[in-house]
């Protein structure tokens, strides 16, 4: 093999792995949408702003505390599921309740929720770029392949690497409370039919609470992995709240194992899109292929809800 | 008779206000309200009357700036050119109202607003990365046709008031009962011989063309284009919804009102806060959406109906449901 | 003259099988009956002919022209119109307005359009309801309110499903004689009941649907002893 080709492959891999780590990190993201879309049919269009919360989080615990942000998630989960569960208590709930001309406006309320929280980020933090400075943050992990001949050096951004193995932690860890725990079958059963699980005695409107403080917290957990390798700015959220989207309706809403899987692809279109495409339009792919999976396979890549 | 003067008197006084006042800070603030008016009344069109929320109208503000905006070379705005660049503002973006809604049309409630507004993303993407065409982030940047503030003051006021009477003939004839029967319930309008899709698409080209050329409007006024904020999600889709929440969606008023609300909110809050005043319309949803669902003039007239029910309840015998 | 032809249609959904080959006409100006346990399809047959999804297999024809698989919008300017079981009334509209949004099949007016509702508004004797807001309207009215409206598309063939549930007795008198003032003006009617003693009293046939097939059709009387129908309603020990 001639040693274009092999740089070729290399590529190709190296990009595929950044595609993959990254792809963890967007499952965890798309994982809280999903369930919230999933359980209760709601959107949450201030995704991303929890996501930038709990990064602050995680820069005052270092900044302030020298906590580490791995260590930081102890406290960030619980955290972000309390002001998950407040927002949907105090201001989803009741609107949900309403009847007015204007449908939609549980969304609504979710963008003034978002546009209260990076706005206070802003006045509070300012617009300046901060960084959470670990001592690990570019530290990579090589990997050396010999492929036909020749030697391939493939390497992993540590940081990522440890945050796709915690999502995938994290998304374990879902998908057993779901499946094995009370709590977990009382989510699956207003997932799939909110009156008839009111019927049978679940505490829908707990539920609710619950499922959108696990949500803000699997969200907040992502925020708190990408500190490490991103510049944090009361704006970071922004972008994210559409990914989880895409995630959520190509994984199938309420389908764990389909927001991993939506993870994945998006992450490694991305990827590949900003590589061998066009850096500028890699965003724009995954808007078109948010609606046209939304026109066209409206249960997701692997079909209806199976939380 | 006496009731169309009520209308006539205080627009003949808004009309030739600029001759008497010339303050251009006071007429900019005016022309905005005017073209947020504007901006309300299209989207409140769409969402109010015919249920279809989008989150992404940007996407036709826009388009009708950068249209304005590709008819000029040189470095100023000729008049002549300033004029095509409304009505070829609002033609494209009936065009891109066209194609977003046979797209978008096929989703309902949410996944139509969400759709809209993934659109109009990937057009503010384009605006950036298409350097050749739109000159990508660095925005476009002439000099407008007019010196003086008071004929854009009178062109948008024109556009106002074409912009409301339209809407209110629209809202009176079939055309406008349809829209409200498609908000009400699509299914059973499609039952009562509506053709739902035809006409959700006849109330998204009339808010889009108004939006358009409002958008038209802003290039030729403001002569820039930024696409972070023309194209923008949160500056101007929100905003137009907000607009309309504020003042009362599904009325004529409302929107209106919102504007001028909206307007004088930002400056005193731009002058004061400075950076990250829109904490305060973030609050403002929150708030009128649990509290004041439709909005100043929505609330009002409701208080009015109540009013009404109150006394006529007092006098009225019960009327029997059999026949 | 049969104005309404159902000819081998089934419609399934995933797993059931909701109508199965189901064969039945309507003659022009009769009144059929469909009667049928819960569950039976029966809702199903009107949504098919209505338009809101096309039969799995089978025609449709109205007039002799086919009209499977058009969209119910076009189906209703043909000439059929339908109430809902479940009233699905225009909410924030009056009912006058309500009544105006289907009487513009007929005009672009909206002048037209208010007189035409007004007539369709005295038929059914709702005259004292006309601006109210649909939603604060009691059952009863509600469901007046769907025919009313189904009215004024002009239709020559009703469909009407279960407009007497829930009403009281004096209720059901007063909506038995609008249906039959309905007949009168020659419109065929197509309708679905649980309340026998209606159902007996306004149709000239009666057809009986279980499972989404067609156990058996012919005079009310025919049809009321047919062992299959009693079975199908109350059990086999009591057949």
Known sequence: MSPQVAGQIELFLQVVIAGVLLGGLYALIGLGMSLIMGVMRIINLAHGELMMVAMYITFWGFTLWKVDPYVSLLAVLPVMFLLGVAIQKFLISPVMATDTILPENQVLLTVGVGMVLSNLALIFFSANYRSVPVSYASKTIYWDVAVGGQTISLSFNFPFLVAFGIALLLGGALFLFLSRTDTGRMIRATAQDKRAAALMGINTERITVITFGLGAALVGAAGTLLAPVYYLYPQIGHPFTPKAFIITVLGGMGNVAGAVVGGLVLGLAESLGSVYVSLGYKDALGFVIFVLVLIFMPNGLLGKSKA | ?323 | MKVLEVDGVSRRFGGLMAVADLTFHLNKGEVLGVIGPNGAGKTTVFNLINGYFPPTKGTIKFKGERIDGLKPHTVCHKGIARTFQVVKPLQRLTVEENVMASAFVKTNRTAEARRIAGEWISFTGMDAWKDREARGLPLGMRKRLEMARALATRPEVLLLDENFAGLNHSEVEATIGIVRKIHESGISILIIEHNMKVIMSVSHRLIAISYGEKITEGTPDEVANHPQVIEAYLGAAHV
């Not at chain 2, 603030?29 to 947020?36: D, F, P, R, T, V």
């Not at chain 2, 062109?155 to 829209?179: D, E, H, Q, R, W």
């Not at chain 2, 889009?208 to 999600?233: L, R």
Request: proline letters at 3%; hydrophobic letters at 55%.
């Open chain 2, 1 to 323: 008779m006496p009731k169309k003067l009520l209308f006539l008197l205080p627009l003949v006084l808004v009309a030739v206000l600029p001759l008497f006042w010339t303050n251009p800070y006071v007429l900019h603030m005016l022309i905005l309200c005017m073209m947020w008016s504007v901006l309300g009344q299209s989207w409140n069109l769409l969402g109010g009357y015919t249920g279809q929320v989008s989150f992404g109208h940007a996407a036709f503000f826009g388009i009708g700036a950068y249209s304005a905006a590709l008819l000029v070379n040189g470095q100023g705005i000729p008049p002549a050119r300033a004029w095509l660049g409304l009505g070829l503002g609002g033609v494209t973006a009936v065009l891109l109202a066209v194609f977003i809604g046979w797209v978008c049309f096929r989703l309902r409630g949410p996944y139509f607003a969400l759709s809209v507004m993934a659109l109009s993303e990937v057009l503010h993407l384009i605006a950036i990365n298409w350097k050749d065409v739109t000159n990508g982030a660095e925005g476009v940047l002439f000099i407008p046709a007019f010196n003086d503030k008071k004929y854009y003051y009178w062109i948008v006021l024109a556009l106002a008031v074409t912009n409301f009477v339209c809407i209110k003939y629209v809202m009176k004839s079939k055309l406008g009962l349809y829209f409200l029967a498609i908000r009400e319930d699509q299914d059973a309008a499609e039952s009562l011989g509506i053709n739902t899709t035809v006409y959700k698409l006849a109330s998204l080209l009339i808010s889009a063309f108004f939006t358009g050329v409002a958008g038209a409007f802003y290039f030729n006024y403001m002569g820039f284009i930024d696409p972070g904020i023309v194209f923008d999600t949160a500056k101007i889709s929100v905003m137009m919804i907000l607009v309309t929440m504020l003042g009362g969606a599904a009325t004529l008023a409302g929107p209106a009102v919102g504007a001028v609300l909206y307007i004088l909110v930002s400056e005193i809050l731009r002058a004061w806060l400075g950076q990250g005043h829109l904490v305060f319309f973030g609050v403002l949803i929150i708030v009128i959406i649990l509290f004041f669902p439709n909005g100043i003039v929505g609330t009002w007239k409701d208080r009015q109906a109540r009013k009404a029910k109150g006394a006529a309840a007092a006098g009225v015998t019960t009327t029997g449901g059999g026949a």
